[in-house]
T-cell receptor, first 115, second 113 residues
Framework: DAGVIQSPRHEVTEMGQEVTLRCKPI?????LFWYRQTMMRGLELLIY????????DSGMPEDRFSAKMPNASFSTLKIQPSEPRDSAVYFC?????????????FGEGSWLTVV | GDSVTQMEGPVTLSEEAFLTINCTYT??????LFWYVQYPGEGLQLLLK?????DKGSNKGFEATYRKETTSFHLEKGSVQVSDSAVYFC????????????FGQGTELSVKP
């Protein structure tokens, strides 16, 4: 089975540019999560969706960040405009409610550098 | 609120040494507990999990027991290998939030030959 698929794997962009990160969750999963990993703050939950509906976006750092899930098989995380402090690894993850332990499966991450 | 605390790293061990990485948690309900591993330059992989008190999760020689009385989920391995060098994350999940994970800060393990 294909796991969570993220793109791009690596992105280098200039400050002020728009960045769009993409995620395809595991087929059949009904929860999707976006996490950010930095050295300073560790792993932070940015937002999560249930059945394509955003449930909790309290972790989104500011208005420059937005996330959408137009259908069950696709989500985007957009940063506009990007800033150097947004440099981080962004992970998408998915899970299926009701499964034992509600295991969350992570993608390989999108490694973003803003210069 | 719910939280996870891990022992500080980095931890440096010689090959075949015994490993313990401490993890304690605070939770209002009865969470599931997880250990994830992140190898250099890679994403997070589930290592093991336990869903209720006294459960023991195990995988690849690693073990952890869900101790409700001490709110702990310490990771152990009897004999580490160089290939175990990675960052290990303890986490708890909240069932009624889709299994949303709250992570500890991570513990870097370096195993020397």
């Amino acid at each position: 089975d294909a796991g969570v698929i993220q793109s791009p794997r690596h992105e280098v962009t200039e400050m002020g540019q728009e960045v769009t990160l993409r995620c395809k969750p595991i087929s059949g999963h009904d929860y999707l999560f976006w996490y950010r990993q930095t050295m300073m703050r560790g792993l932070e939950l940015l937002i999560y969706f249930n059945n394509n509906v955003p449930i909790d976006d309290s972790g989104m750092p500011e208005d420059r960040f937005s996330a959408k899930m137009p259908n069950a098989s696709f989500s985007t995380l957009k940063i506009q405009p990007s800033e150097p402090r947004d440099s981080a690894v962004y992970f998408c993850a998915s899970s299926l409610l009701g499964t034992t332990g509600n295991t969350i499966y992570f993608g390989e991450g999108s490694w973003l550098t803003v210069v | 609120g719910d939280s996870v605390t891990q022992m500080e790293g980095p931890v440096t061990l010689s090959e075949e040494a015994f490993l313990t990485i401490n993890c304690t948690y605070t939770a209002t309900g009865y969470p599931s507990l997880f250990w994830y591993v992140q190898y250099p330059g890679e994403g997070l992989q589930l290592l093991l999990k336990a869903t209720k008190a006294d459960d023991k999760g195990s995988n690849k020689g690693f073990e952890a027991t869900y101790r409700k009385e001490t709110t702990s989920f310490h990771l152990e391995k009897g004999s580490v290998q160089v290939s175990d060098s990675a960052v290990y994350f303890c986490a708890l999940s909240i069932y009624n939030q889709g299994g949303k994970l709250i992570f500890g800060q991570g513990t870097e393990l370096s195993v020397k030959p």
